[in-house]
């Protein structure tokens, strides 16, 4: 490419390098070229700065794509958290229903044995009192028995001292007969 400017600027300063000297040939050339170097590094500078900028403007869409992404994960992170907070409130909240319907079931059973419990108590006394029943219920058919048999032998007395005296009195009587007929 600096062939090509170089022979286009020749060919423009030809026919005026045979009018001006050797030395303004040489200083235009000279001039030229400067400007040439000049240019190219403008343009490459302009090409860096370009670059550079691009560069900067790509790092920058890489920083924002990157916090957006960030804000992204950070908020799913938050949603999954947040998630997980309320199965955890639901696990606990399950688990303290159920601790409550074990205690209920626990209390009952409590309950249900002193119940028992006092149903055997009751029984116990109340077995008291009926073996304590059954011995005056003993004890009064012992005394009824008694008393028949009371009742009986003074039966069999009376019966007896009545016998006695029945026959005392027929033999007073027949003693009186025979001893009156005499």
Known sequence: MKNILLA????ILLPAVHAQSLQDQLATIDQVQQQRVADAQ???RKAEAEQKAEEERMRKEYEAQERKEARARAAASARAAAREKVRAEAALADKKREQGYEDQLRDLEIERQKAELEALKAKSKRANDYIDR???QQDAATDSIQAKADATRNVSE???SKMTSEGKAQE??????FSSDE
């Open 134 to 136: 059954e011995l005056q």
């Open 172 to 177: 007073k009587k027949a003693a009186g007969w």
């Open 158 to 160: 009376g019966a007896k």
């Open 8 to 11: 286009i600027s020749l060919a």
């Open 42 to 44: 403008a343009a490459i």
